[in-house]
């Protein structure tokens, strides 16, 4: 089996236009948090959105401006991967580099437009339009698979494009099984992309509803988001998108690319117990998992970027099931979640996570849990609270996503 390289990383988040930014306004611990748009907070006037830095349409060619803007995401965080790599378009050895998208809810722009103007017309009246009209591409639009194959046909990449929809895990485990194809030989390369954009009002109608959602800080709604605080109160929608290129260490040696880490360990389980409630058990599972493929003791980790929601449960059995793999290592572990700055983007957090967990890798400077000053006692490890920690010796990082649903991955990554 051959090593997993990464040499290519992008994004376009809450946080900022491209990687750098992002990681950045993370270090600084700004948190993009703010009001939601006034179709939105017409129906919910206290939920909170963390909106993406720029506009992606101002980062892409005229020809892309009619696409989900998903899809739109996913060009500019591939974009910005693919050209770190190295990587041209109708690469030497395309067929065998694929494309891998994790998305939560695929053209969520797409479906609220067009139940939107469905209502404004029967509602309304607006004239004599017929609500049977629409445009004629709607359906590729709103295809979970849209980003893949836009991504795919943008850069002439004729291996697998698959999808992975697993809600709040979805981008976790597109790159994992990026991984397995490349480390069991049927790919040479991936581009792995997250990426989401569902704050309409119909989705937000339909999240309110969980009761899941942040309520807003009174001194300051840019930091209503709290993991693993004692006043937490639930999380923060984000969009945006991450991608990172993978490729077999040999056909990085060809190229004579510089990598930035090899990912080395994923794991994966499922709770088969219930929607919504985290199982602590399954949790440890799939830590254990990647350490055991990645070759690692517990004690040989040094940052872990925790799913972290904020969320009362969720925090709990994540903080426990920490406790529970990496005992007495655990001590000396330092976690954080980033959501606490850029919200939670479902289908690409799990690759924006991991995107700056390597980062921190990279740097030795580790992003704080930025809105942790009253620590809930039942989560007792080391959160990095408030600011980001620098000059840190970091070998080795994993990262967690846990979905709704009951799948649980964990990657991890080590320096080259």
Known sequence: MTKVLITGMGAISPLGADRLSTFAAALAGRCAIGPATPEIAKWLPQVLVAPAAVDPRSLLDNC??????????????????LADAGVAASPDGARRFGVYVGIGFGGAQTVDALYTRLHNTLQNGQGNRSPTVVHPLSVPRMMANAAAATVSMQYGLRGPSNTYSVACASSAVA??????AIRDGYLDAAVVV???????????LAWNALRVMAKPDAA??????????LNRSGFV????????VLESEARAAIRQRAAFGELCGYGC???????TAPSSEEQVVAMRQALAQAGLEPEQIQYLNAHGTATDAGDVVEAQSIRTVFGQAATRLAVSSTKSMHGHLIGASGILEFVLSMMAMNSGSLPPTATLDTPDPRCDLDFIPLTARHGCEVSAIMSNSFAFGGSNVSLVARRC
């Open 237 to 244: 929608l984000g969009e945006g998108a991450a991608a990172i």
């Open 269 to 275: 389980s499922s709770d088969a117990a219930h929607l």
């Open 64 to 81: 892309h401006a009619q696409l989900d803007r998903a899809t739109q995401f996913a060009l500019v965080a591939a974009k910005e991967a």
């Open 220 to 229: 300051d709604p840019a930091r209503s988001c709290r993991p693993f605080a």
């Open 194 to 204: 997250g990426t989401e954009a569902m704050l309409t009002p119909g989705a937000m």
């Open 175 to 180: 790159i994992g099984e990026a991984f397995r």
